[in-house]
């Protein structure tokens, strides 16, 4: 017994009917990046799942609390295919700063070892639907409560030095909306990757857009930092102008050009981006951006579409799971032979490989 990487794509891609729902546990709802997910403990890896959206109703996989609570039973059309356990809250969480904010507000766990945060909750693409990335909701947990607008660069230390001595973070994510058109949040970015780099030697990766000017990638590497993503989230403009039409603003070559001093700053592997499949770009224009990075010495982190509530997506359908196998089944290979597997690289959403099964296939 145990869920083999088609499965474990299968239930990434279509999610878990969740039986016990007034349990969460260590959860993703609302926010940044991929969300409305939950965290299992498989044998060798942390997957977060979706749970959350109506669509995961129609999933052939569910999961219930074994009688004890200590695991977690999968099932496939009813029959146990695998055992999980569900990640505990840190012990970061039960601490809040000086002026009372919890700590849970500037950072949080991903995976069981990661700890991010997004510096900035807010975009100035996001309030305008004619600009907005249709899929985010990085302004939902906001209004929610569940974080603050701002981290300050010695809140991120302070929860960070915590995290690492409490719970045993291995690496930082920091990501942001974007603050700005000019440096596209790098600013930001470095002054907390500064404050954090004093306070604790783990390895750190940014995200953002591709600022307009490339000397931000060396000063950022100046204070620290580790690995950069620059998320293309769709590959052709097509896609790009229908779902987001604010970022398909930075044309492509941008961000190739973007990636190619980036990855003479932090070298092959350390450039990542995020692919969503499922937005309507097709497998093969997939394949062929992905493919194309790979020779520029980026890291394409293929991970499936989830929709989230509240945003114009909520109701679009999930991604074929086959798509993604078949997507997969090209790069892992590649990746491999390329001597750029998740595993080598130093920090960073692919490293970590919790939010797409991608790595299994490496």
Not at 118 to 136: I, P
Not at 162 to 189: F, H, Y
Not at 231 to 242: D, F, I, K, M, T
């Amino acid at each position: 017994m145990g869920l083999n990487k088609q499965q474990l794509t299968d239930i990434q891609t279509l999610g878990i009917r969740w039986f016990d729902m007034d349990e969460y546990d260590l959860n993703r709802k609302g926010g940044a990046g991929p969300t409305d997910h939950k965290a299992f403990n498989f044998s060798n890896q942390t997957t977060m799942v979706p749970i959350f959206n109506e669509q995961v109703k129609q999933s052939n996989y569910s999961a219930t609390y074994s009688d004890n609570k200590e695991q977690v039973l999968i099932y496939q059309n009813d029959e146990l295919v695998d055992k999980a356990t569900i990640p505990s809250q840190p012990n970061f969480y039960k601490l809040s700063t000086a002026d009372g904010i919890p700590y849970s507000k500037i950072a949080t766990l991903h995976s069981k070892n990661v700890l991010a945060t997004t510096v900035f909750q807010k975009c100035v693409r996001y309030g305008n639907r004619d600009t907005s990335c249709q899929f985010c909701a990085i302004e939902e947990s906001l209004k929610n409560g569940t974080t603050i607008a701002h981290k300050k660069p010695e809140q991120l230390a302070e929860v960070v030095k915590a995290a690492v001595e409490l719970d045993g973070i291995s690496q930082m994510i920091m990501t942001t909306g974007t603050p700005n058109l000019k440096d596209r949040g790098a600013k930001m970015l470095l002054d907390s990757a500064k404050a954090v780099k004093a306070v604790v030697d783990i390895p750190l990766q940014v995200q953002c857009e591709p600022p307009e000017e490339d000397f931000w990638f060396q000063a950022l590497k100046d204070v620290g930092v580790d690995a950069i993503g620059m998320h293309l989230e769709a590959v052709s403009q097509r896609v790009r102008e229908a779902i987001m039409p604010g970022k398909a603003s930075v044309p492509m070559s941008r961000y190739i050009s973007a990636y190619k001093a980036a990855v003479k700053v932090f070298g092959r592997g350390n450039v990542s981006t995020y692919i969503l499949a499922g937005l309507g770009d097709t497998e093969e224009e997939i394949l062929s951006v992905s493919e194309m990075l790979i020779d520029l010495g980026v890291y394409p982190f293929v991970v499936p579409f989830t929709p989230v509530a509240g945003t114009p997506l909520e109701n679009y359908p999930m991604p074929d799971p086959n798509m993604l196998k078949r997507i997969f089944s090209t790069l892992g290979p590649l990746l491999k032979e390329k001597m750029m597997t998740s595993d080598s690289l130093k920090a960073g959403c692919a490293k970590c490989g919790a939010c797409s099964s991608m790595k299994s296939y490496e």
